[in-house]
Antibody, heavy 121, light 110 residues
Framework: QVQLQESGPGLVKPSGTLSLTCAVS?????????WSWVRQPPGKGLEWIGE???????NYNPSLKSRVTMSVDKSNNHFSLKLSSVTAADTAVYYC??????????????WGQGTLVTVSS | QSALTQPGSVSGSPGQSITISCTGT?????????VSWYQQHPGKAPKLMIY???KRPSGVSNRFSGSKSGNTASLTISGLQAEDEADYYC??????????FGGGTKLTVL
C-alpha cells in the first residue's frame, strides 16, 4: 500500500522560500501516477498547487505558477515543492497526494497526513 | 480559475439523505465529467469518496453517490450516520491540465 509523508520546515520567514518533500513508500515514484501538492489555510478550503510526473513534466495552478517549482528525485523516491516569495497568505497545511490510473488519473486517491507551514518573522 | 461554489453547511438527521451541490462553469464542471468528492474529518487528510462524477473507489460505502447536471455536480449521502459528519469538498478538472476545488461544505448530523 502506497503511503506519502511530507517533511520540511514548519516556519518560513516572509519573502523566503518554502521547501517541502514528500516521501513515497510502498511503491515507486516512477509508476504511472501524477504526484500533487494541495494546501489548506487554517479554517479554509483546499487549493490545488500543482503536480509532477516522474518524467519531470509539471502542471501548476495559474495563480501560483510564477512562484512554484516542483521536482522529482527518483533515486530517493520522493518529490518536492518550492514556493518562493512567501507571505502570511501562504500559511497553510500542505498535503502531497497521488493521482493514479486506477481512478482514471482524475482524482487524488492517496494523501499524506499534511504538514503545517507558518510564514512569520 | 475560481473556486467551485458549495453551500457552507448542510445538516440532516440519522437515516435521512442529504445532497451537497458543487457549482462551476462551462469551463470546468460543465465541460468534463471529472468531478471528484472528498471527505475530511477535523485534523485529518481528505479521503476520496467519488471520482469521475459517480464512481466509488473500493471500500467506499454505496451510501455515497455522485451526479451532474449542467454546471452543477452533486454528492448525495443516503442513510446518514454519525460518522458522516465532516467537511466535504468537490474538485473538477478545469482545462489546460489544471484542477480546482470547491470551498467546502460542513455536514452536521443532528
Amino acid at each position: 500500500q502506497v503511503q506519502l509523508q511530507e517533511s520540511g520546515p514548519g516556519l518560513v520567514k516572509p519573502s523566503g522560500t518554502l521547501s517541502l518533500t514528500c516521501a513515497v513508500s510502498g511503491g515507486s515514484i516512477s509508476s504511472s501516477n501524477w504526484w500533487s501538492w494541495v494546501r489548506q489555510p487554517p479554517g479554509k478550503g483546499l487549493e490545488w498547487i500543482g503536480e509532477i510526473y516522474h518524467s519531470g513534466n509539471t502542471n501548476y495552478n495559474p495563480s501560483l505558477k510564477s512562484r512554484v517549482t516542483m521536482s522529482v528525485d527518483k533515486s530517493n523516491n520522493h518529490f518536492s515543492l518550492k514556493l518562493s516569495s512567501v507571505t502570511a497568505a501562504d500559511t497553510a497545511v500542505y498535503y502531497c497526494a497521488r493521482k493514479t490510473l486506477a481512478t482514471g488519473g482524475n482524482a487524488f486517491d492517496i494523501w499524506g497526513q499534511g504538514t503545517l507551514v507558518t510564514v512569520s518573522s | 480559475q475560481s473556486a467551485l461554489t458549495q453551500p457552507g453547511s448542510v445538516s440532516g438527521s440519522p437515516g435521512q439523505s442529504i445532497t451537497i451541490s458543487c457549482t462551476g462553469t462551462s469551463s470546468d464542471v460543465g465541460s468534463y465529467n471529472l468531478v471528484s468528492w472528498y471527505q475530511q474529518h477535523p485534523g485529518k487528510a481528505p479521503k476520496l469518496m467519488i471520482y469521475e462524477g459517480s464512481k466509488r473507489p473500493s471500500g467506499v460505502s454505496n451510501r455515497f453517490s455522485g451526479s451532474k447536471s449542467g454546471n452543477t455536480a452533486s454528492l448525495t449521502i443516503s442513510g446518514l450516520q454519525a460518522e458522516d459528519e465532516a467537511d466535504y469538498y468537490c474538485c473538477s478538472y478545469a482545462g489546460f491540465s489544471t484542477w480546482v476545488f470547491g470551498g467546502g461544505t460542513k455536514l452536521t448530523v443532528l
